[in-house]
């Protein structure tokens, strides 16, 4: 079974920074595409950054040049470094990934397979 597991989340000041990582079994980091998503309060899920099998990323419009995604391959983990941090970020984010490549931006929620559980930020 897939699992992913994310961690790292948390209360921030406006402005901060956090690193959100999220641990994955029985599925290969380096093998597919993976992304974060996030959903507010009362709002739609919304796909925040992508990484797929063969380096690229994608980024939202609202995080790109504050937001940063990477994989540790050796750790079999997917992070999201999250700098500049603004109260509008506050969400619970979610990592998520599929078996193949992503298409091109940040692939729709209903591209992938496999969901954590997900992480609160909260930046105030």
């Known amino acids: 079974d897939v699992q992913l597991v994310e961690s790292g989340g948390g209360s921030v000041q406006t402005g901060g920074s956090l690193r959100l990582s999220c641990a994955a079994s029985?599925?290969?980091?380096?093998?597919?595409?993976m992304g974060w998503f996030r959903q507010a309060l009362g709002k739609e899920r919304e796909g925040v950054a992508a990484s797929g099998s063969d380096g690229t990323t994608s980024y939202a419009d609202s995080v790109k040049g504050r937001f940063t995604i990477s994989k540790d391959n050796a750790k079999n983990t997917l992070y999201l470094q999250m700098n500049s941090l603004k109260s509008e970020d506050t969400a619970m984010y979610y990592c998520?990934?599929?078996?193949?490549?992503?298409?091109?931006?940040?692939?729709?929620?209903?591209?992938?397979?496999?969901w954590g559980q997900g992480t609160q930020v909260t930046v105030s």
């Open positions: 029985g599925y290969t980091v380096s093998s597919g595409c």
């Open positions: 998520a990934a599929v078996l193949g490549q992503c298409v091109a931006g940040v692939p729709p929620s209903s591209w992938f397979s496999y």
